[in-house]
């Protein structure tokens, strides 16, 4: 869909942005829930109806976008209850893990 002009990747961090450009501005999804279902629907549906890759950014990065708006709406609202904290713990673990794994496994495979 982007040809070599534009990266699918770029758009799709465009879309992240959008999303907190909204948030901040006190924008919230209308309909969350639905909208949470009909982009998931839609993750899985459009796939079979067109090549995904040539179509990444409005297969799988529109949905998503939509799916982490409306989230994040619910969670802004206080719809849904905050996890605990050992969950935003277990997260920041995660993450700190992949930036690093990959110089430990050449470490480790160094020997």
């Given at each position: 869909?982007?040809?070599?002009?534009?990266?699918?990747?770029?758009?799709?961090?465009?879309?992240?942005?959008?999303?907190?450009?909204?948030?901040?501005?006190?924008?919230?999804?209308?309909?969350?829930?639905?909208?949470?279902?009909?982009a998931?629907?839609?993750?899985?549906?459009?796939?079979?109806?067109?090549?995904?890759?040539?179509?990444?950014?409005?297969?799988?990065?529109?949905?998503?976008?939509?799916?982490?708006?409306?989230?994040?709406?619910?969670?802004?609202?206080?719809?849904?209850?905050?996890?605990?904290?050992?969950?935003?713990?277990?997260?920041?673990?995660?993450y700190?893990?992949?930036?690093?794994?990959?110089?430990?496994?050449?470490?480790?495979g160094?020997?």
């Amino acid at each position: 869909m982007c040809g070599r002009h534009c990266s699918p990747i770029a758009i799709e961090f465009l879309f992240g942005c959008l999303v907190a450009l909204a948030l901040k501005r006190g924008w919230r999804m209308p309909l969350p829930v639905l909208s949470i279902v009909l982009a998931t629907a839609a993750l899985f549906a459009a796939p079979l109806a067109v090549e995904a890759e040539t179509w990444r950014v409005l297969c799988w990065g529109l949905p998503s976008a939509v799916i982490v708006f409306a989230a994040v709406s619910l969670e802004v609202d206080g719809k849904v209850a905050r996890p605990p904290k050992v969950f935003g713990l277990l997260g920041d673990a995660s993450y700190s893990i992949y930036l690093v794994h990959i110089l430990i496994v050449g470490i480790v495979g160094a020997r």
